[in-house]
């Protein structure tokens, strides 16, 4: 290992913290560089046994490599409000999902409709930059038009939200529930007896 800022050998690096991260499946280490005096932090991560690749378009086959994907969204998220454990988050998450459900070999299409998938969720304007390199826009009305629909798509949710309870009785004027047939106000014993 080198150091990403001056080039120093792995004798100039030491390790001023470490712990478990990712649900245990990751050591994250923090470095300082002896010579630059920068600090990084590293992951380790156990190999997977079966080794995926990735099958790109020209149909090339290379190594999976999370970091592609997060570099991608990094870019797509520069200047959000994303915080860079969601990013992490979601590369688990995509990496899961491919090692679960292929075996040995997944397109990079199939990659990048389950990142851009999740992608929208997390932060729309992040969605449309990525979107616009993903799906290979050549126009501005191609870009306009999936802002437009991810606008629609989201005032659609919103709607639905105030349908969920659409089937139940509104509440009475007073503001308060009706008491259930049979039971009785505080310190009301009912009707009176009768006197003897």
Same mark, same amino acid.
């Given at each position: 290992?080198?150091?990403?800022?001056?080039?120093?050998?792995?004798?100039?690096?030491?390790?001023?913290?470490?712990?478990?991260?990712?649900?245990?499946? !990751? +050591?994250? /280490?923090?470095?300082?560089?002896?010579?630059c005096?920068? $600090?990084?932090?590293?992951?380790?991560?156990?190999?997977?046994? *079966?080794?995926?690749?990735?099958?790109?378009? #020209?149909?090339? =086959?290379?190594?999976?490599?999370?970091?592609?994907?997060?570099?991608?969204?990094e870019?797509?998220?520069?200047?959000?409000? *994303?915080? %860079?454990?969601?990013?992490?988050?979601?590369?688990?998450?995509?990496?899961?999902?491919?090692? =679960?459900?292929?075996?040995?070999? +997944?397109?990079?299409?199939a990659?990048?409709?389950?990142?851009? #998938? @999740?992608?929208?969720?997390?932060?729309?304007? !992040?969605?449309? $930059?990525?979107?616009? *390199?993903? =799906?290979?826009?050549?126009?501005?009305?191609?870009?306009? #038009?999936? %802002?437009?629909?991810?606008i629609?798509?989201?005032?659609?949710?919103?709607?639905?939200?105030? /349908?969920?309870?659409?089937?139940?009785?509104?509440?009475?004027?007073?503001?308060?529930?009706? @008491?259930? @047939?049979?039971?009785?106000?505080?310190?009301?014993?009912?009707? !009176?007896?009768?006197?003897?």
């Open positions: 290992m080198r150091c990403p800022y001056c080039d120093a050998d792995k004798e100039s690096l030491k390790v001023i913290d470490s712990r478990t991260s990712e649900d245990g499946r !990751a +050591v994250r /280490r923090r470095r300082e560089c002896e010579k005096a920068k $600090r990084f932090t590293t992951y380790e991560r156990i190999e997977e046994h *079966v080794r995926m690749y990735v099958v790109k378009k #020209d149909g090339s =086959r290379v190594p999976w490599d999370r970091n592609k994907i997060l570099v991608g969204l870019r797509a998220c520069y200047k959000r409000p *994303v915080e %860079a454990a969601a990013l992490q988050k979601l590369v688990d998450e995509v990496e899961e999902e491919v090692i =679960r459900a292929h075996d040995r070999e +997944v397109s990079s299409s990659i990048g409709e389950l990142v851009i #998938d @999740r992608l929208r969720r997390l932060d729309q304007v !992040a969605y449309v $930059r990525f979107a616009s *390199v993903y =799906r290979r826009f050549s126009t501005l009305e191609e870009l306009v #038009d999936e %802002a437009k629909s991810v629609e798509a989201q005032r659609y949710e919103s709607e639905g939200q105030g /349908r969920l309870f659409a089937d139940a009785e509104p509440p009475p004027p007073s503001g308060r529930l009706p @008491r259930p @047939r049979g039971t009785q106000r505080r310190g009301d014993n009912g009707p !009176a007896a009768p006197r003897s």
